[in-house]
T-cell receptor, first 106, second 118 residues
Framework: KNEVEQSPQNLTAQEGEFITINCSYS?????LHWLQQHPGGGIVSLFM???GKKKHGRLIATINIQEKHSSLHITASHPRDSAVYIC????????FGEGTQLTVNP | GAVVSQHPSWVICKSGTSVKIECRSL??????MFWYRQFPKQSLMLMAT?????????EQGVEKDKFLINHASLTLSTLTVTSAHPEDSSFYIC??????????????FGEGSRLTVL
């Protein structure tokens, strides 16, 4: 079993839909990162969480430390949100989930 | 916001040559930088942790003589792929852990470097 598990692996949505991507991990962590990787490969760090909830624009990330679970939400999704979303947990180093390929159709 | 510059963004080289990839933090100091490798349609894999002024810590299975890492300053780490072979073709990404300033403790990623070895 991977230390970090994401679901779903693939997600297709229509523009405007509310999207949720889940991440579960099995070890104690100091922080959890949500990353966005575009087709060209470049990675953008969306959030770093150690507790609670963070919001940036249409993106919301939550974490439940007791349950070892985090979610990334996208409200009013748009085709430009299409990317791979990666959950990564940090102790002394980062361990990555497999990623969720999101496609938002117009 | 904090920026990590990675260079080159893509490189093609002949088998047997060495390739150097730079990872530079532009507006913050990073005592720790991480190097990752990503194969097509696969997750990122940590290769090594680079600490300024000391030897890098390599993950199991990563050849330290093959992938030379140098972190000579608080803003620059380099990864050199020595005697490259086609199986070294991959996407290499660095990240930098910020210290000091307004973004302490955050992790910032470079844009990645795509290496193709012919």
């Amino acid at each position: 079993k991977n230390e970090v598990e994401q679901s779903p692996q693939n997600l297709t949505a229509q523009e405007g839909e509310f999207i949720t991507i889940n991440c579960s991990y099995s070890v104690g962590i100091s922080a959890l990162h949500w990353l966005q990787q575009h087709p060209g490969g470049g990675i953008v760090s969306l959030f770093m969480l150690s507790s609670g909830k963070k919001k940036h624009g249409r993106l919301i990330a939550t974490i439940n430390i007791q349950e070892k679970h985090s979610s990334l939400h996208i409200t009013a999704s748009h085709p430009r949100d299409s990317a791979v979303y990666i959950c990564a947990v940090f102790r002394s180093r980062l361990t990555f989930g497999e990623g969720t390929q999101l496609t938002v159709n117009p | 916001g904090a920026v990590v510059s990675q260079h080159p963004s893509w490189v093609i080289c002949k088998s047997g040559t060495s390739v150097k990839i730079e990872c530079r933090s532009l507006d913050f100091q990073a005592t720790t930088m991480f190097w990752y490798r990503q194969f097509p349609k696969q997750s990122l894999m940590l290769m090594a942790t680079s600490n300024e002024g000391s030897k890098a810590t390599y993950e199991q299975g990563v050849e330290k003589d093959k992938f030379l890492i140098n972190h000579a300053s608080l803003t620059l780490s380099t990864l050199t792929v020595t005697s490259a072979h086609p199986e070294d073709s991959s996407f290499y990404i660095c990240s930098a852990l910020s210290v000091g300033g307004s973004v302490t403790g955050e992790l910032f990623f470079g844009e990645g470097s795509r290496l193709t070895v012919l």
